[in-house]
Nanobody
Framework: VQLVESGGGSVQSGGSLRLSCVAS????????MAWFRQAPGKEREGVAA???????GYTNTVKGRFTISRDNAKNTLFLQMNSLELDDTATYYC??????????????????????WGHGTQVTVSS
């Protein structure tokens, strides 16, 4: 599976960005897809995950601001990011897996569950 992210850039605090991730290769390996991010000097963290049937889960820090979605026909994953904050500055990674792991019926974006990764796209939020 190949995952290619796009849509990163620089934006002022309070602004919006939409990230995309196009998947190619084995379609069975994209049943579960997720976004992760890694800020300088910090560990990579899960942002949101979505199953092929549209069930989504979010980390608490982005709930209400970010929306994960996917277009299965186009093998594309999206992350709509609104009300961006300085702490959202990071490299954002797309990841996929054959299965989702759930908590309270929401897929979990836990790094160990995802074997396939993109190379990342940079998001920089300034004041």
């Amino acid at each position: 599976v190949q995952l290619v992210e796009s849509g990163g850039g620089s934006v002022q605090s309070g602004g919006s960005l939409r990230l995309s991730c196009v998947a190619s290769g084995d379609a069975t390996s994209t049943y579960c897809m997720a976004w992760f991010r890694q800020a300088p000097g910090k560990e990579r963290e899960g942002v949101a995950a979505i199953s092929k049937d549209g069930r989504a889960g979010y980390t608490n820090t982005v709930k209400g601001r970010f929306t994960i979605s996917r277009d299965n026909a186009k093998n594309t994953l999206f992350l709509q990011m609104n009300s961006l904050e300085l702490d959202d500055t990071a490299t954002y990674y797309c990841a996929s897996a054959q299965v989702c792991h759930y908590r309270n019926d929401a897929p979990r974006a836990s790094e160990s569950y995802f074997p396939y990764w993109g190379h990342g796209t940079q998001v920089t939020v300034s004041s």
